[in-house]
């Protein structure tokens, strides 16, 4: 019973309206999409394509704080790229890999397109969230700088219901990221492993009676390692969190790119294909997708616009806690940074995934001779250019890419936690969370997954409502800043 319900709220918010269904540009209108593509577009309009005039900007900002000598992250905050570090762990997880590949499996590589064009938008959300993070700040009862949507959504509606609001985004976002959201990271992880070994022992079943389950023991010895190292870094407070992010983050990504780049550049005859594929994909999906499956264009409109929005993360909410706590001259300094964020996630690392798999042809069932999606479908496109290796290559990114997520999704879930409860309270949620970490890599419990895509869409509608109620200040601090830079 439960678990239909919780299945019916994520359909409510992200099945196509009615009166769009029958329109084959506009079928994938659902009220989620209609109100993250909006606010994209409102922003993009309100702060003259920001996204572009200080796309350049956001670059410097990005390139010259990561060969700074970076302070000690503490009470005070961190500095602006640690911010950047610890939102783009967040956003560069499992969709980057599992999201991409299952778009590109349900809507074709034309959902690719929808990607970028999602993530184009997104960069003027994400740049009105980091900014008015920034602005609205606050010094928690432990002394520490925290900040985050309940904060510029109490701004926006004031009283009893700005309460209401940050209250139902903070609860909502501790149970979706902090929670259920950490473990189906793991799951992520320990799936890819399970995939990857083949040695008895650790393919050897084990019994966990409390759980009443059997699982292969690679899943739980996974579950129990990761849980210890996260609840380590859980404990070692902001420091330890920006720590881990700034140096992990660029490893991860560079590792990622260096082995993507590397298949791409051995198979470049792949290249004109590729883009072929995605942009005639975009508007005639069955010319490009194998003939056998009949993909229609909303599918390849809604996969993409779905996956990429939730892939980058703008627009959710979630990484507005990393960037309140960055410590810049401006507001809208931190802005810029957000921006680049998106750019990384999605123009850069889900890019790569999204070449392999289309260019190897694996999305298409009459290639790969069976209906792969997720994991499975980006292991079966980088073995193709890595061999067995591939396998190996794909379960050790998806290791770094989830648990640098459970990290970040952890550290925006404290500062609501912080909100609801006090500081007093971080202790308990730290182990809590590792606990989840640990439950997760054991089994997938669709219900699990199903309430975090349902909080997930519910959280957006209270951070959105809130930025664009707060579009005049955006406006401001952006003038503000455009100003300051005349002078100097």
Known sequence: ???????????????????????????????????????????????????????GKGLNAVFGGMFKKSER????????????ATAIAAQVGTGNIVGASTAIATGGPGAMFWMWIAAFFGMATIYAEATLAQKYKNIGDDGHVTGGPVYYITKAFGGNLGKFFATAFAILIVLSLGFMGCAVQSNGIATAWNTVVSTTFLKNPVTIPILNITVPMIQPIIGTILAIIALLIFAGGI???????????????????????????????????????????????????????????????????????????????????????????????????????????????????????????????????????????AQAGFSVGLGHFGNIFIAFCLTFFAFSTVIGWYFFGEANI??????????????????????????????????????????????????????????KLMHEDDINEMIH
């Open 239 to 377: 420091s330890s969190i920006a720590s881990f992010t700034e140096k992990i983050v660029p490893a991860m990504a560079c590792i990622f790119i260096i082995g993507s780049l590397f298949i791409i550049i051995t198979h470049i005859g792949w290249i004109p294909e590729i883009f072929r594929k995605i942009f005639v994909g975009a508007f005639n999906p069955s010319a490009v997708f194998g003939g056998a499956v009949g993909v229609m264009v909303k599918d390849a409109v809604s996969k993409g616009v779905a996956r990429g929005l939730f892939s980058n993360e703008a627009g959710m909410g979630s990484t507005p806690h990393a960037h309140a706590v960055a410590n810049v001259e401006h507001p809208a300094h931190q802005g810029y940074v957000a921006m680049m964020g998106v750019f990384i996630d999605t123009f850069i690392i889900l890019n790569l995934t999204a070449f392999i798999v289309i260019g190897s042809g694996m999305y298409d069932p009459s290639i790969s001779g069976a209906n792969l999606t997720g994991a499975a479908l």
């Open 418 to 475: 912080k909100y609801l409860f006090g500081s007093k309270v971080v202790k308990i949620y730290a182990v809590i969370v590792s606990v989840c970490v640990f439950l997760g890599s054991l089994q997938e419990v669709e219900v699990i997954w199903n309430m975090q895509d349902a909080f997930n869409g519910l959280m957006v509608i209270p951070n959105l409502l809130g930025i664009l109620a707060l579009t005049k200040v955006v406006q």
């Open 1 to 55: 019973m439960f678990s239909k319900i919780v299945l019916d709220l994520d359909n409510l918010l992200w099945s196509p309206l009615p009166i769009f269904e029958q329109v084959p540009i506009l079928g994938w209108l659902s009220p989620l999409a209609i109100l993250l593509v909006g606010t994209g577009l409102w922003f993009s309009f309100k702060l003259k394509f920001v996204q572009v005039r200080g796309f």
């Open 73 to 84: 992250a503490g009470k005070h905050g961190m500095s602006s790229f640690q911010a950047l």
